[in-house]
């Protein structure tokens, strides 16, 4: 099982949200660098990071942090947030991210995610965000009207490599994941899973684990923020 802790950028900070509410926003003293180093340090070996600025604006706005936290900490990065063209991916990729996630962008335009998973092979992430068993957009403004599993039936073979599915109803508020629709997800997709969204203790983490074998991992936001999970205890869990 592969533990992505997650950093959340926003204006240079780490910050987590509520629901993808950019209103609803709880900002931390540590800074980005700082997060992922801690991460490193505690044994940590992949992190997933979302610009949330880059959501906002579709340019790879802090990239210069991205490619810092690559250099210094030597993790398996995968980022995400307003990716929306070929440049941008390239930009990523050229400061040695693991895996570019692709989200609105892709749902809203098939063939971008076709080609891009041509020409990047196996640095695809697709992320699919849900709310109620239908994708959102956009930052989660926009309902998509498009069922997460008919989607998925569509784009199956387009060759992504890894799928992070998030229920936006659970994101940020610590109700645990949605298991049971990942688990459906991940029964239906061609590429390994990462669950995501709603994290509360390290129980949800042993869950997970014996949830589906196409599972490759999950992510842990807020809970390690607000000290719900200690990080000694979570890298415990790493492919026990």
């Given at each position: 099982?592969?533990?992505?802790?997650?950093?959340?950028?926003?204006?240079?900070?780490?910050?987590?949200?509520?629901?993808?509410?950019?209103?609803?926003?709880?900002?931390?003293?540590?800074?980005?660098?700082?997060?992922?180093?801690?991460?490193?340090?505690?044994?940590?070996?992949?992190?997933?990071?979302?610009?949330?600025?880059?959501?906002?604006?579709?340019?790879?706005?802090?990239?210069?942090?991205?490619?810092?936290?690559?250099?210094?900490?030597?993790?398996?990065?995968?980022?995400?947030?307003?990716?929306?063209?070929?440049?941008?991916?390239?930009?990523?990729?050229?400061?040695?991210?693991?895996?570019?996630?692709?989200?609105?962008?892709?749902?809203?335009?098939?063939?971008?995610?076709?080609?891009?998973?041509?020409?990047?092979?196996?640095?695809?992430?697709?992320?699919?965000?849900?709310?109620?068993?239908?994708?959102?957009?956009?930052?989660?403004?926009e309902n998509s009207n498009q069922l997460t599993l008919d989607f998925l039936k569509e784009v199956n073979d387009y060759g992504a490599s890894r799928l992070i599915y998030t229920d936006i109803n659970r994101d940020g508020t610590k109700q645990s994941p949605n298991f049971e629709?990942?688990?459906?997800?991940?029964?239906?997709?061609?590429?390994?899973?990462?669950?995501?969204?709603?994290?509360?203790?390290?129980?949800?983490?042993?869950?997970?684990?014996?949830?589906?074998?196409?599972?490759?991992?999950?992510?842990?936001?807020?809970?390690?923020?607000?000290?719900?999970?200690?990080?000694?205890?979570?890298?415990?869990?790493?492919?026990?």
């Amino acid at each position: 099982m592969k533990i992505f802790p997650a950093i959340d950028i926003k204006d240079k900070k780490c910050v987590r949200l509520i629901k993808g509410d950019f209103d609803n926003k709880t900002e931390y003293a540590v800074s980005p660098i700082d997060q992922a180093g801690k991460y490193k340090d505690h044994g940590f070996k992949n992190l997933h990071i979302v610009d949330l600025d880059g959501a906002l604006t579709g340019e790879t706005v802090n990239l210069d942090i991205i490619q810092e936290i690559v250099s210094k900490f030597d993790l398996k990065i995968e980022i995400g947030g307003g990716i929306r063209n070929f440049e941008s991916i390239q930009k990523y990729t050229d400061v040695g991210v693991e895996k570019v996630i692709l989200g609105s962008a892709a749902i809203k335009d098939k063939n971008f995610l076709k080609e891009a998973c041509q020409k990047f092979p196996n640095k695809i992430a697709l992320g699919l965000d849900a709310k109620d068993g239908y994708l959102s957009v956009s930052g989660w403004k926009e309902n998509s009207n498009q069922l997460t599993l008919d989607f998925l039936k569509e784009v199956n073979d387009y060759g992504a490599s890894r799928l992070i599915y998030t229920d936006i109803n659970r994101d940020g508020t610590k109700q645990s994941p949605n298991f049971e629709e990942t688990a459906k997800v991940a029964n239906k997709s061609n590429c390994p899973v990462i669950i995501s969204g709603g994290v509360s203790s390290i129980n949800d983490i042993k869950k997970a684990k014996n949830l589906n074998k196409n599972i490759e991992g999950i992510i842990v936001g807020k809970a390690i923020y607000d000290g719900d999970i200690k990080l000694d205890e979570l890298v415990k869990e790493i492919d026990a």
